[in-house]
Structure formats: structure tokens, C-alpha cells
T-cell receptor
Framework: RKEVEQDPGPFNVPEGATVAFNCTYSNSASQSFFWYRQDCRKEPKLLMSVYSSGNEDGRFTAQLNRASQYISLLIRDSKLSDSATYLCVVTSSGNTGKLIFGQGTTLQVKP | DTAVSQTPKYLVTQMGNDKSIKCEQNLGHDTMYWYKQDSKKFLKIMFSYNNKELIINETVPNRFSPKSPDKAHLNLHINSLELGDSAVYFC??????????FGPGTRLTVL
């Protein structure tokens, strides 16, 4: 079983749609959780951290369910510029800062 | 004002050669990382240095040798290159356990 699992997609949605990505992780000792965004042939960049209480940043909402070891990302009012691969990321146990990446979910927003 | 830079951006070489990739960060971070992203887009940690000390050393062939001459630099030397080494190699830096900032990547092609 992969340590972080995501549906690779692709998700093809029209502009203005709401789209949700899910992710599960296997290590219950993971401490920190993130969504990164990676554009085609570019480096990953932090989109947002994910907290147990849920957090929102504009059109983006992230949720964490520690009991189910499940993370989600909701994008409202999709824009063409949201087209990218979204990477679910968790830290391993320990203090090394090691990040474990999911395979990524590809989003294509169409006009 | 590049935060994390890597050279070269592209590297095409023959099997059996030895090559190096260089990484530099000007963010004042104390931790640097090497990641490999293969053709299936999985991003996996290879090595990490904190204050020039190796803290993460994943199961990587010993043909790969990282070197950190100072906190701002982390180089990756690869001996006897193989076809399977073809991938994009990303350098990243952070304060330990904080957000990681990635370089633009080095696309290595082994022929």
C-alpha cells in the first residue's frame, strides 16, 4: 500500500465548477499535512497547510480527518489558472522534516 | 533573486558517465533536500542535510553521493549513470520541519 494515495484523475471541469480531491495516508503518526501544487514541467509549490479544524484560503478549503487518515481539498469557482497537479503531502514520523508525496491529482479546467 | 537554484537545468549524458548537479539557496535555511521525480510523477526524497549533517538517507544506490560544502549548497554526484536514473531531480530547502521551497529541477536523460 502506498503511504499517500490519491486518485490521479485527470479531473476535467468547466470554469466555475467546484471540484474536490481526496487523499488517504497510512502512517497514523504523521504530524503535518499539506497540499502542494505543481504546474507542468515546474517545481512543486506549497498551496496550503491542512489543519484538523479545517482551513480556508480564498476559493480553497482543506480538511483533515485524523481518525480516518483522510485529507481533502475543495476548489470553488474553478479558474483556468487552477489547471495543475495537486499533490497531497504528509510528514513522516520523527523530526527530520521528511515529506511523503502522493502521486498527485491532475486538474484541467476548461473554458 | 532566485531563492533555490539548480544547475544545470537539462543534462543529457551516456550510460556509464559520472555527472554532478548543483544546488544553492539564498533563503538562509538550515536544511536542504534532494528529491527524484520519475516518469510516473512520484516525488520521492533521496537525501537531506541539516546544518551540513546528513539526516535523511533513503534507500538510494550508493552511486548517488550528496555533498554539502556549506548550509547554502547541496550538490549531488552520480557515478556510473544508468538508464533508470533518467528523471527530474529537485533540490529544496527549508528551516527544519517548515515549508520546503523547491528549485526549478534538473531534467536528467541517460541515453
Amino acid at each position: 500500500r502506498k503511504e499517500v494515495e490519491q486518485d490521479p484523475g485527470p479531473f476535467n471541469v468547466p470554469e466555475g465548477a467546484t471540484v474536490a480531491f481526496n487523499c488517504t495516508y497510512s502512517n497514523s503518526a504523521s504530524q503535518s499535512f499539506f497540499w502542494y501544487r505543481q504546474d507542468c514541467r515546474k517545481e512543486p509549490k506549497l498551496l496550503m497547510s491542512v489543519y484538523s479544524s479545517g482551513n480556508e484560503d480564498g476559493r480553497f478549503t482543506a480538511q483533515l480527518n485524523r481518525a480516518s487518515q483522510y485529507i481533502s481539498l475543495l476548489i470553488r469557482d474553478s479558474k483556468l489558472s487552477d489547471s495543475a497537479t495537486y499533490l497531497c503531502v504528509v510528514t513522516s514520523s520523527g523530526n527530520t522534516g521528511k515529506l511523503i508525496f502522493g502521486q498527485g491529482t491532475t486538474l484541467q479546467v476548461k473554458p | 533573486d532566485t531563492a533555490v537554484s539548480q544547475t544545470p537545468k537539462y543534462l543529457v549524458t551516456q550510460m556509464g558517465n559520472d555527472k554532478s548537479i548543483k544546488c544553492e539557496q539564498n533563503l538562509g535555511h538550515d536544511t536542504m533536500y534532494w528529491y527524484k521525480q520519475d516518469s510516473k510523477k512520484f516525488l520521492k526524497i533521496m537525501f537531506s542535510y541539516n546544518n551540513k549533517e546528513l539526516i535523511i538517507n533513503e534507500t538510494v544506490p550508493n552511486r548517488f553521493s550528496p555533498k554539502s560544502p556549506d548550509k547554502a549548497h547541496l550538490n549531488l554526484h552520480i557515478n556510473s549513470l544508468e538508464l533508470g536514473d533518467s528523471a527530474v531531480y529537485f533540490c529544496a530547502s527549508s528551516h527544519l520541519r517548515d515549508e520546503q521551497f523547491f528549485g526549478p529541477g534538473t531534467r536528467l536523460t541517460v541515453l
